[in-house]
């Protein structure tokens, strides 16, 4: 009776597991591909550019202040402020138009001829001196210098874009030299930091 049974049981486990084997699973349906649709909305929702993105920020999107058009948000005002921001960079000075000042580094020993849209590192680096320097944009400090004629450094030098020095450290005589444009004949402490 006993034996019976299980060969009955075997069995019945046996017959469950060639079931299962065999049974096909409810058919899962496979939802559309939406992806192009979702890309092409998104496209549609950003301006368009007509050259290559920096950076690759987004579809359509950095860059359209330099294609002229007014980015949302932005106001005419803030383009004419970068307008005259970019007007006022002494870099942009034509060498045959610029004017040549005294500098003395006084570390170095040397005083040479520095042209107001050259910065005082630069001048430095093309003497093959070995200056600090970090960020080159007036965002830190490694560049500093001491101008040491007395007075505010701006007397002596344009700061383009100083983001760095306030007023008490210009009045000591401070400067970024990477950003730093000779507008008079000055002396110069190299590797001076406020
Ligand atoms: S290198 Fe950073 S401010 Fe000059």
């Known amino acids: 009776m006993v034996e019976t049974l299980g060969i009955a049981l075997g069995a019945l486990l046996t017959l469950t597991v060639v079931a299962l084997h065999f049974a096909q699973g409810t058919e899962y349906p496979i939802p559309d591909d939406i992806s192009q649709e979702v890309l092409e909305r998104r496209a549609e929702s950003v301006p368009e550019t007509e050259f290559p993105e920096p950076m690759n920020r987004s579809i359509g999107g950095g860059g359209a202040v330099a294609a002229g058009a007014v980015a949302e948000g932005e106001t005419e005002g803030e383009l ?41 590192l630069e001048a430095g680096e093309e003497q093959d001196w070995d200056l600090p320097y970090a960020c080159r944009e007036g965002q830190c400090v490694s560049c500093a210098g001491h101008i040491t004629n007395g007075g505010n450094s701006e007397q002596y030098v344009e700061h383009h874009t100083n983001q760095m020095l306030g007023e008490p450290e210009l009045d000591e005589g401070y400067t970024l030299t990477c950003v730093a444009y000779p507008v008079d004949d000055l002396s110069l402490e190299t590797r001076e930091t406020p």
């Not at 034509?94 to 050259?118: M, R, W």
């Open 80 to 120: 004419a402020d970068a307008e005259e921001a970019a007007d006022d960079d002494p870099s942009a000075i034509p060498d045959d138009e610029a004017e040549t000042f005294e500098v003395e580094y006084v570390k170095e020993g040397t005083t040479i001829e520095v042209k107001e849209n050259t910065t005082l």
